[in-house]
């Protein structure tokens, strides 16, 4: 008589879209009554656009990129652009986590569902996508009205949004992992997110930085979205830019296994 054996159950099953829609539909409820909170990063880029884009910038001379010569604000819109992402990225990938994850207790009502970390963490990071999305979506329609989009390859510009979206909250949802006392919020602003946002070719070419600090550069998030984003609204796509396509795909695939495990090991012990 044979006897067949039954595969173990999985311990950390892996994440189904369909189980992590269900936080996303719960965050889309809960910012029902928060709206006014869900606008106020889709105006800050539109702010340094103004300011410094058309205000500083007619005190720049063309800037040369890609064999192009673009007006300063051209060259700014798209770092403005990924900023957008980072914003989406900041908000719902790392701030609401973190109180969600130490304060609120929220996850740990949300294991009594059907739901599992895995789940909780591949949702949170489609949240803020989406988030970023909206805000890089609309910021788009400024760019287009102020005729700061020069080339059909534009058309892929939403689509490059959605994924810088998903690989910057993907880092932040790693971020939120790592980070357990309040005090370090501020720490994690003033020693990733500002010199990121300030020196990733966002405001000015990395060529004009020193030569050893351009290789830093070059390897933040924020570079790779800003220059993708530059590459398809200005004209200056080729094959290069598919290493942008790359690298972000890349982080948002590690850092999303990375978060869910650190989420994981702070739920359960």
């Known amino acids: 008589m044979s006897v067949e054996f039954e595969p173990p159950p999985q311990v950390y099953p892996r994440p ?14 809960a910012y029902r009554h928060y709206w006014i909170a869900f606008t ?3 105006f800050e880029p539109i702010f340094y656009l103004g300011a410094v884009g058309f205000g500083v910038g007619q005190f720049v001379d063309r800037i040369p990129y890609g064999g192009l010569e673009l007006e300063y ?3 700014l819109a798209p770092g403005m652009l990924a900023s957008s992402s980072l914003n989406g990225a900041l908000f719902d990938g790392f701030f609401t986590p973190f109180f969600k994850l130490n304060w609120q207790k929220t996850y740990d009502g949300m294991l009594t569902t059907p739901l599992n970390i895995s789940d909780i963490a591949l949702g949170e990071i489609i949240w803020a996508m989406i988030r970023g999305t909206i805000y890089g979506a609309s910021f788009l329609l400024v760019m287009l009205g102020l005729g700061l989009i020069r080339s059909p390859w534009a058309v892929l510009a939403l689509p490059a949004v959605m994924l810088s979206g998903a690989a910057l909250s993907s880092g932040a949802m790693v971020l ?8 370090s919020l501020d720490k994690v602003m003033t020693l990733i997110v500002v010199p990121m ?19 830093i ?29 790359a690298y972000l795909l890349a982080m948002f695939v590690l850092a999303a296994t990375v978060a869910s495990r650190l989420i994981r090991k702070r739920l359960i012990t």
């Open 16 to 29: 189904t879209f369909a189980r992590a829609r269900k936080l996303v539909e719960r965050n889309i409820l």
């Open 217 to 245: 550069v070059m390897a933040t998030p924020l570079y790779h979205s800003a220059t993708l984003l530059r590459d398809l609204t200005s004209g200056a796509a080729d094959p290069g830019t598919l290493v942008h396509v």
């Open 197 to 215: 946002f300030l020196f990733s070719g966002t405001f000015y070419p990395v060529s004009l930085y020193p030569g050893w600090l351009q290789p």
């Open 176 to 183: 939120v992992g790592i980070t357990k006392e309040i005090s």
């Open 40 to 42: 106020t990063g889709f």
């Open 73 to 75: 604000a051209a060259f």
